[in-house]
């Protein structure tokens, strides 16, 4: 099978505010415009996306359940090694791996997802270090 190669355009870069946002609406949003499906040329064997940063990572919007039973799990591989951390433990302390682990769930398991993850800059306050790029607010409905 002959797959075509169409050609990439440079990457826009978008500014996601989490400030009030469910971390499923923003996980997909960021998700989306990380693959490029929102432009005529996607291709899903290519790196056609664009440049997501997401500022406010630390004041998403959960419910109090979600906050008491959502764990985040890992294994070493070996046995009764299993460590296991609250979702309201993560946002105390690293709130950007939160919406990095979410968005890294939602894009394909294969070769690309790494460099995908590449292209999501996530940070915990309002500040950013990605003012030259000049990125436009994405408003989330």
Known sequence: MKTSTIPVSAPQWFIIDADGQSLGHLATKAAHLLRGKHKPTFAPHQIGGDQVV???ASKLNFGWRRLQQKEYIKHSGYLGHTKAISIKDLLATHPERVV??????MLPKNRLRNELLKRLHVFGGAEHTH???????????
């Open 54 to 56: 997401v500022i406010n």
């Open 100 to 105: 990095e682990l979410a968005v890294k769930g």
């Open 131 to 141: 003012t030259a790029q000049q990125p436009q607010l994405l408003p989330l409905e």
